[in-house]
């Protein structure tokens, strides 16, 4: 009931001196918009970011050999057995080949063009699917079929006006040869800056055997087993290379590394730039001692009277601390939903999904209640220590 009384005496003082008490939250309201804004475009940076790495898949490491032929002789098809045979945690390791060429249809012509020899595990390994028509199967690897399977922006440049499943097109290297079109991907964001959209796939044999000659492996795809951590699986990968080809002969890829420093970068930003702007808070806190000194100061004559009539020092305290902690948390929450607002337009800006952080809102709220309490004690308690009738005289 008492707490309930302070309350009510707090908001109705506000409410007397509206203009001082919006200077005197100014600070607070700054300092907790500033704060939510951060940590709330933090997570949604770093969720984002998250977000690109999950569709390039978090459980896949690639290796991508480097230097002389004679030097990276190890890295060819079979090397794919030897690593999942030699590393543990590794469920399989899918080789890729890839080169620029061009491709027609008629008179339609897509220049320069990322050409990949895959095996039929690597759709599945990051997540595509046929829009039309259908991926190419194991069979057509080991036939060493010419088929071909287009990404949806390629697909649309070579055939703007039908659907090329079961048509023809010629891929140029050297000469040009014909390729069945088995499918069309559904289209796909980027990710990690490699975009499928706009490359063709044909089988891995038909690319080393039928297409460009070759026995050197250009990147190895590794999936990681369920149940092991990415990131020490690349590190067990890193070792094994080191040991047989060196360190200058191959570089290594692993979405889970790069995620984890992303994470930590961006944690760390958002924390530094939330702690600067949190120094608005203690300035705040100052602002809130000044009006709380001045309020104990024009209400001398009524402390002096409510001691006279048996008021105990404690409930004097109480009195004003309630006062000021309410004081503080109105400027908190009215920060708080303007830095809400503001995320939410910035956000809409960036492009990122939304992602409230949770911590911003307890952490500010928390913060603006322990800079009540502790700018406010102090004319709490000089309100206390008042004698009544030095109260009275005073008035």
Do not use: C
Not at 104 to 129: P, W
Not at 200 to 227: H, L, S, W
């Amino acid at each position: 009931m008492m707490l309930r009384e302070n309350i009510r005496m707090a908001l109705s003082s506000m409410a007397g001196n509206r203009l001082r008490t919006f200077l005197s939250l100014l600070g607070i309201m700054i300092g907790v918009a500033s704060v939510v804004t951060i940590l709330n475009l933090g997570k949604s940076a770093s969720e984002s970011i998250s977000a690109s790495f999950d569709a390039g898949g978090l459980d896949t490491v690639s290796i991508m050999p480097r230097g002389s032929a004679r030097e990276t002789m190890v890295f060819t098809e079979e090397f794919s057995y030897t690593l999942m045979n030699e590393v543990d945690g590794i469920r399989e390791v899918l080789p890729v080949v890839s080169s620029y060429g061009n491709i027609r249809n008629g008179q339609e012509i897509a220049e320069s063009v990322s050409i990949q020899g895959v095996t039929s595990g690597f759709f599945e390994s990051n997540s595509l699917s046929a829009f039309s028509g259908e991926l190419f199967r194991a069979i057509d690897n080991i036939n060493r079929r010419q088929v071909v399977v287009l990404g949806s922006e390629l697909a649309e440049e070579l055939f703007p006006s039908g659907n090329p499943v079961g048509k023809y097109v010629s891929i140029f290297r050297r000469q040009a040869k014909s390729f069945l079109v088995v499918g069309v991907l559904e289209e796909k964001d980027a990710s990690m800056g490699t975009s499928y959209n706009d490359a063709a796939f044909m089988p891995y044999n038909t690319y080393t055997q039928r297409f460009r000659r070759t026995d050197q492996v250009g990147t190895y795809v590794a999936k990681i087993a369920e149940g092991y951590d990415a990131t020490a699986v690349a590190e067990d990968i890193e070792d094994y290379l080191n040991e047989i080809v060196g360190s200058d002969y191959y570089r290594i890829f692993s979405p889970a590394t790069i995620k984890e420093m992303a994470d930590a970068v961006t944690g760390t930003f958002s924390s530094f730039l939330a702690a600067i702007a949190a120094i608005s808070l203690v300035v705040g806190g100052i602002g809130i001692m000044n009006i709380m000194l001045v309020s104990v100061v024009e209400r001398t004559g009524e402390i002096g009277i409510r001691k006279a009539l048996g008021a105990a020092p404690k409930t004097i305290r109480s009195q004003f601390l309630v006062e000021s902690v309410t004081l503080s948390l109105s400027g908190g929450l009215i920060g708080l939903v303007a830095g809400t607002l503001l995320s939410i337009a910035a956000v809409h800006v960036t492009g990122w999904a939304l992602h409230i952080s949770t911590a911003a809102i307890a952490v500010s709220m928390l913060f603006s209640a322990a800079i009540g309490i502790f700018f406010g004690w102090y004319p709490a308690a000089k309100a206390a220590r008042l004698a009544p009738m030095e109260a009275l005289t005073r008035e």
